[in-house]
């Protein structure tokens, strides 16, 4: 989840707009995460799972 949609409890204000110290911090936080810091480990463990059928799929289908 990106920052821009986010409303802070503290302050009602967006969280992108940094407000507050609450504001700040969790926008410093988001930030850090990185690419797949906000996906929930079920989903890339479901996301693995695909992958390897898919390929299991292909090297079925070529041999």
């Not at 409303?7 to 926008?27: I, W, Y």
């Not at 690419?35 to 390897?52: D, K, Q, R, T």
């Amino acid at each position: 989840m990106t920052y821009d949609r986010l409303v802070c409890a503290n302050c009602a204000a967006p969280v992108s707009e940094g407000r507050c110290s609450v504001c700040r911090a969790n926008r410093e936080r988001l930030q850090q995460e990185g690419f797949l810091g906000g996906v929930n480990p079920m989903a890339l463990v479901a996301l693995l799972a695909v992958l390897i059928a898919a390929v299991a799929l292909l090297a079925h289908q070529t041999a």
